[in-house]
């Protein structure tokens, strides 16, 4: 059914399992895929009068993200190529991760974004906000969500 899946991942614990869990999930279906690593650019800094800085700070700033990126994405892709699935990388430079993951997708032809969530509910997951759920009401791609530490309700065992 999907032959090409789109995995973000940050390279956090959460999200190396759901890079586990996909890469699991495209050898089951028999797709390829590529993971996905959204670079954060250089934070805007505001100055005063008078105030000196390095020109090099900016480049320096992205070169080192790209780095880390590259590093995330070269882990995931041993794991795959362990399970024998075939993967490519791809970073892209965005202040909206969300938006980066999508275009990523769309670019390289995916026809399903595997990601990552950590089910914040109430409150926290509306404070906090989510790129999963703004990956979720924005992309026209299927989505599929992997939760970790899923854990079933208690079963009463009184009940018949």
């Not at 700070?57 to 995330?72: H, P, Q, V, W, Y």
């Not at 882990?75 to 965005?94: N, Y």
């Not at 969530?117 to 989510?130: D, Y």
Request: hydrophobic share 40%; with cysteine; glycine share 8%.
């Amino acid at each position: 059914m999907f032959k090409h899946i789109l995995v973000p991942t940050d390279g956090s614990p959460l999200s190396q399992e759901a890079v586990t869990r996909a890469v699991s999930f495209a050898r089951e279906a028999g797709a390829r895929i590529t993971f996905f690593c959204a670079v954060q650019p250089a934070p805007k800094m505001y100055y005063g009068a008078g105030a000196i800085f390095d020109t090099h700070t900016f480049a320096t700033f992205r070169e080192k993200m790209l780095g880390t990126a590259n590093d995330i994405l070269d882990a995931a892709g041993k794991i795959a190529e362990k399970a024998g699935v075939e993967c490519g990388t791809v970073a892209l430079v965005s202040e909206e991760p969300y938006e980066a993951i999508i275009e990523a997708a769309s670019k390289n032809g995916c026809d399903l974004i595997f990601m990552a969530s950590h089910g914040r509910r109430g409150i926290s997951g509306l404070l906090l906000g989510s790129e999963t759920q703004k990956v979720l009401t924005h992309s026209t791609i299927p989505v599929l969500v992997h939760r970790s530490g899923y854990r079933e309700l208690p079963v009463d065992k009184n009940r018949d």
